[in-house]
């Protein structure tokens, strides 16, 4: 398979890109990443880029997300916010899991308002849903619908047993 060929090609997976634990709060506009090819105390920043910029990408579509190369004596990493603000964090001489933990701590969502956004996400109220666990417990009850027939006979144009009746004779 020609998608699994190269360094590391679980990154290309769905389930590897949806593993991704970053999720920015939405003041996030653009998310950058500051580090050079060469020198030991930029390892983590290259490892995070290499392992987690790919997940960044996927869970956060609607952010920005760059990385500059060789342009910086020491690894950083840039947040602008929606309205107008800045914030830099140091990565120097960290791993790359230390490097995603601060970052989530600092400008990622905390972990119950993503499990309210999920839940939300997964309920699925529809006022045309009726029956058992729903707002409406029978068609009856919807605004412009046929009353019960519990309640209010049907006419007998519209029952199929005396359709069938008027058929047969």
Not at 4 to 19: C, H, S
Not at 110 to 138: I, W
Not at 145 to 153: D, G
Request: aromatic share 10%; with cysteine.
């Amino acid at each position: 398979m020609p998608f699994m060929k190269g360094l590391a090609p679980i990154r290309r997976t769905v389930n590897y890109l949806e593993a991704g634990r970053l999720i920015f709060k939405d003041r996030i506009k653009i998310f950058s990443v500051n580090l050079n090819f060469k020198g030991d105390h930029h390892q983590g920043a290259r490892d995070f880029v290499f392992w987690h910029f790919c997940q960044i990408q996927y869970k956060n579509p609607s952010v920005q997300v760059i990385s500059y190369y060789d342009l910086t004596p020491s690894p950083f990493i840039s947040c602008y916010f929606s309205d107008g603000q800045k914030m830099l964090i140091d990565i120097e001489a960290k791993s790359k899991d230390e490097i995603l933990d601060h970052v989530i701590r600092v400008v990622g969502k905390p972990s119950d308002v993503l499990q309210a956004e999920s839940k939300a996400r997964e309920k699925k109220d529809n006022p045309a849903n009726f029956g058992y666990m729903c707002e409406k417990h029978c068609i009856c009850e919807i605004e412009g619908q046929i009353p019960c027939p519990s309640v209010v006979p049907l006419p007998k144009v519209m029952r199929g047993k005396y359709i069938m009746q008027q058929r047969n004779k």
